[in-house]
């Protein structure tokens, strides 16, 4: 029989039942958590700054109470995230997925409730869960178990069984409708595929049928007329679309007006005259820009490559493919929610609701993505066992 200390880093000698708890710790990846750290400090103090108000309207910590206690809690569930051996997650794959299909079902009927045009969230209390959030983790885990058990072999059969996974979630969301989550679901699946032994001719084709299905999608009476011109102002920013135009705008002159040093913390006139709409959740990037300036939103930008680039080494030294899978789809889901939200502030990536990762309020988000880093840091832990 497998001593229990061969399963667990840290543990005592074969024999021995007892382990100390504190041990496997040490395997933690410090500089990921770390990096990590300064990004959600930074959040933080982005979230106060465009929320505090001005010197004309009382000041609203309520916001940050609430953010607080989102970051906090994502902190708690990413331990016990890390804590679980990550391999146990495979097991538990079709329950997890289960469970989110059935939740995004549950939101597009009469039990979720709208916030500006999407049904995606349960209103329960005070709170608002966004079930599209941890249905990231769970295609994740899902895809990783899959795409494990399959191997480097994927024939076309394959293939489609892989897709579904994500394609039931995906077509849920859209019902909402929520094209932004969409497009995250979409880079973490190509993400994925591309370390699976997925033949390039197949990946071609994916992009291809992507491509003519957003065109399908623009084109379809699915989306609300404001959630096209999001999704298209950025091209034209002049063609007459007032709000989202006017949004972008406001967005390049915030970043803009921050120059290379900022304007300083809580001294930006486009964040603390709440010009930005949205800005301390689909916007944050913006006060940043305004308020940091260049050097901020560098060092911002650093901090996140160092997180991608931990990431990356964690699945190189993964002991099994399930673990490689896992980092590489939290790592596609970070990238691409990094480069979409930043790209739109910026007027290169169409407007989307999808937030900055660790820096955006939003505790359905926040919450999902310290799991995502969970999944990773149990996998940099068990390297060895």
């Not at 840290?10 to 958590?33: C, E, F, I, K, Q």
């Not at 916030?115 to 249905?135: D, H, K, L, R, T």
């Not at 071609?204 to 699915?222: D, K, M, N, R, Y």
Request: hydrophobic letters at 50%; proline letters at 4%; aromatic letters at 8%.
């Amino acid at each position: 029989m497998e001593s229990f200390a061969g399963r667990w880093p840290g543990t005592t000698r074969a024999g021995s039942m007892r382990r100390n708890p504190a041990a496997p710790w040490r395997h933690v990846d410090l500089l990921l958590l770390a990096s990590v750290g300064l990004i959600a400090l930074i959040g933080t103090l982005m979230v106060f700054s465009s929320t505090r108000g001005t010197g004309s309207a009382p000041t609203n910590t309520a916001i940050l109470e609430r953010h607080l206690a989102f970051v906090a809690t994502g902190i708690t569930v990413m331990a016990l995230t890390t804590m679980a051996d990550y391999r146990r997650f495979r097991d538990w794959a079709p329950l997890l997925y289960g469970a989110v299909c059935l939740l995004l079902l549950g939101v597009v009927s009469p039990f979720g409730t709208e916030v500006n045009g999407a049904q995606a969230w349960f209103q329960i209390g005070p709170v608002q869960v966004q079930p599209s959030e941890f249905s990231k983790i769970a295609v994740i885990i899902g895809l990783a178990s899959l795409g494990a058990h399959f191997g480097s072999d994927i024939d076309l059969r394959r293939l489609a069984i892989l897709l579904a996974v994500p394609g039931i979630p995906l077509a849920l969301i859209m019902l909402q409708p929520d094209p932004g989550t969409a497009m995250v679901f979409v880079a973490i699946t190509m993400g994925m595929l591309l370390v699976t032994g997925v033949r390039a001719k197949h990946i071609a084709g994916l992009t291809l049928v992507g491509l003519t299905a957003v065109v399908g999608l623009l084109s379809s009476g699915l989306l609300a007329d404001y959630q096209k011109d999001r999704l298209t102002v950025f091209l034209n920013p002049a063609a007459g679309l007032q709000a989202e135009a006017y949004n972008l705008n406001q967005s390049k002159i915030a970043i803009g007006s921050g120059g290379v040093l900022g304007k300083g913390l809580f001294n930006g006139t486009q964040t603390q005259l709440d010009i930005v709409p949205e800005q301390h959740t689909d916007f944050i990037f913006t006060a940043v820009g305004e308020e940091l300036g260049f050097l901020g939103a560098a060092t911002l930008l650093v901090l996140f490559a160092l997180v991608g680039w931990r990431i990356w080494r964690i699945a190189q030294l993964s002991r099994d493919q399930f673990g490689v899978l896992l980092c590489v789809g939290v790592l596609s889901m970070l990238a691409f929610q990094i480069f979409q939200n930043a790209g739109m502030t910026m007027g290169i990536m169409p407007i989307t609701g999808i937030p900055l990762p660790f820096v955006s309020y939003g505790g359905s988000s926040t919450i999902a993505l310290f799991a995502g880093l969970g999944l990773v840091q149990g996998v940099h832990m068990r390297r060895f066992t």
